[in-house]
């Protein structure tokens, strides 16, 4: 059984930074396209960043060089380092998990998904 549970989300300042993660089970880790992804209330689930089983990354414009996609294989764990947080940022974060990379910004091209951890910036 796939289980991916986020942790690490909290409330902040502009300004700040936090480290979320993503830790996975039931499936071969090492094998997997994961991603992260952010959905803000009333706006559609978007592509955060991505790390393919060859450990190659890919970003969202609006997040390159404040956030970094990281993964320990080892602990079958996922981690997202957010930098600079604006108020913009302030969503539900959800790790995202599937045996192909796609169209990596894509929800529909993942098959598992976590329940996700809030993260709130105040300005």
């Known amino acids: 059984q796939v289980q991916l549970v986020e942790s690490g989300g909290g409330s902040v300042q502009a300004g700040g930074s936090l480290r979320l993660s993503c830790a996975a089970s039931?499936?071969?880790?090492?094998?997997?396209?994961m991603g992260w992804f952010r959905q803000a209330p009333g706006k559609e689930r978007e592509g955060v960043a991505v790390i393919d089983s060859n450990g190659s990354t890919n970003y969202a414009d609006s997040v390159k060089g404040r956030f970094a996609i990281s993964q320990d294989n080892a602990k079958n764990t996922l981690y997202l380092q957010i930098n600079s947080l604006k108020p913009e940022d302030t969503a539900m974060y959800y790790c995202a998990a599937d045996q192909f990379c796609g169209v990596w910004w894509y929800r529909w091209s993942y098959k598992y998904w976590g329940q996700g951890t809030q993260v709130t910036v105040s300005s």
């Open positions: 039931g499936f071969t880790y090492s094998r997997y396209c």
